[in-house]
């Protein structure tokens, strides 16, 4: 199976000695950056919306819930990001009760 999608982005990260990628997010959406971090150093941008961290949907889920997968993540962590505008734009064509309701948030097999 292939899996096309052209607005969403991958980015491997390093997470710091004290356990941090260096990132701010709220509502799911990346609001600010920490300088010559490992997000700055790999192409995170700002007004971009966390989709997957390390292959787990996390759509719909509330920060609290996203920055524990994030914590429990090993030292190696990988996001996919697509912009806010665009995420927007299909959360309301879709319903935010679907988006809520039936995503799959179950941590993947690989």
């Known amino acids: 199976m292939l899996y096309f999608r052209p607005f969403e982005r991958t980015i491997t990260m390093q ?20 300088k010559d971090s490992s997000a700055c150093r790999n192409g995170v941008l700002t007004d971009h919306q966390l989709i997957e961290v390390n292959g787990q949907n996390v759509v719909g889920l509330k920060d609290k819930e996203i920055g524990e997968i994030i914590d429990e993540s090993p030292a190696t962590v990988t996001i996919t990001i697509m912009p806010t505008v665009l995420y927007e734009h299909i959360v309301k064509c879709m319903g935010s009760s679907l988006v809520k309701k039936l995503m799959d948030h179950s941590i993947p097999d690989f």
């Open 15 to 34: 997470k710091d000695s004290s356990g941090h990628i260096g990132f701010v997010f709220k509502s799911g959406k990346i609001t600010h950056l920490v």
